[in-house]
Antibody, heavy 118, light 112 residues
Framework: EVQLVESGGGLVKPGGSLRLSCAAS????????MNWVRQAPGKGLEWVSS????????HYADSVKGRLTISRDNAKNSLYLQMSSLRAEDTAVYYC???????????WGQGTLVTVSS | QSALTQPASVSGSPGQSITISCTGT?????????VSWYQQHPDKAPHLIIF???NRPSGVSDRFSGSKSGNTASLTISGLQAEDEADYYC????????????FGTGTKVTVL
């Protein structure tokens, strides 16, 4: 069974940093591109970042470019999102999602909540 | 970075059919067949129901169907059931230097 489990969320002050993790199991993690998608409280989905299977390519939404960094460790079946210079508008549930094919997110984690507040 | 445009809400009675539109531009929906749709129940993660405009993953009811015309994609739910009450989001690949994927604004489906 494909499983994605996020962790690392919490309360952080504006300007602070946080590292999210996503542990994958039940599939060959190194064969798939992975993504982070977030959802602010009561709002819609927002694509955040993508990383190719071998980390050769990364992409970011303009709203997070230069502040959030996606990475992965295929040996550990893990996806990461290093978050820095956090702002109130980064407050959201962050989901990791497997990209089976282009823009085809077929598996999602349960999400981890990041709250940026003083 | 503008999201794809969806109606905020759509409603229907059990057994009826409803259609949700998703309007983009020639840089996304109009130029690529990389449109997907997601269903999200309250406090749950999104769930893929349509990929590549018209295709259903295994296990998804054939009451869900997708289509595209020009810059607008559509999701039709036929034989509406109470369990279909949820939020629905479209998504597309976007050719841009500033964005890679984009989601729609979301539509709340209410079963009357």
């Amino acid at each position: 069974e494909v499983q994605l489990v996020e962790s690392g969320g919490g309360l952080v002050k504006p300007g602070g940093s946080l590292r999210l993790s996503c542990a994958a199991s039940g599939f060959t993690f190194s064969s798939y591109s992975m993504n982070w998608v977030r959802q602010a409280p009561g709002k819609g989905l927002e694509w955040v970042s993508s990383i190719s299977s071998s980390s050769s390519y990364t992409h970011y939404a303009d709203s997070v470019k230069g502040r959030l960094t996606i990475s992965r460790d295929n040996a550990k079946n893990s996806l990461y999102l290093q978050m820095s210079s956090l702002r109130a508008e980064d407050t959201a549930v962050y989901y990791c999602a497997r990209e089976y094919s282009i823009n085809w997110f077929d598996a999602w984690g349960q999400g981890t909540l990041v709250t940026v507040s003083s | 970075q503008s999201a794809l445009t969806q109606p905020a809400s759509v409603s229907g009675s059990p057994g009826q059919s409803i259609t949700i539109s998703c309007t983009g531009t020639s840089n996304d929906i109009g130029d690529f067949n990389y449109v997907s749709w997601y269903q999200q129940h309250p406090d749950k993660a999104p769930h893929l129901i349509i990929f590549d405009v018209t295709n259903r993953p295994s296990g998804v009811s054939d009451r869900f169907s997708g289509s595209k015309s020009g810059n607008t994609a559509s999701l039709t739910i036929s034989g509406l059931q109470a369990e279909d009450e949820a939020d629905y989001y479209c998504s597309s690949y976007r050719s841009s230097t500033t964005l890679f994927y984009v989601f729609g604004t979301g539509t709340k489906v209410t079963v009357l």
